[in-house]
């Protein structure tokens, strides 16, 4: 492989696409990848679920609380609930599901 061909492939991996590298080449998305984007969005939002769920029950079951919510009035995973459900907001519109 020679240097232009690898500069290429770096400059339109998915993970730098992903980065915002390449915002001015890839004006729309392709419905695909946001329509798998979404899916990955779902399934992490639904074990972050099960994970607080998890997580608050073994603290209850200790007679204990969680530090964070102490503090913040809200847990780590709370925030990261919220922050992938906005996550799949802005999908939605993408998609134009909403």
Do not use: Y
Not at 1 to 27: C, W
Not at 41 to 67: N, W
Not at 84 to 89: D, E, G, K, N
């Amino acid at each position: 492989m020679d240097a232009s061909s690898s500069s290429n492939t770096a400059r339109t991996s998915p993970a730098l696409r992903l980065a915002g590298g390449l915002q001015a080449v890839a004006e729309r998305p392709d419905p695909a990848e946001l329509e798998a984007l979404q899916s990955d969005a779902r399934a992490l939002l639904a074990a972050l679920k099960v994970d607080r769920a998890r997580i608050e029950a073994r603290l209850a079951e200790f007679g204990r609380t969680d530090p964070i919510v102490e503090v913040k009035g809200h847990s780590a995973l709370d925030e990261a609930i919220e922050r992938c459900q906005a996550a799949i907001l802005r999908l939605d519109d993408m998609l134009g599901q909403r």
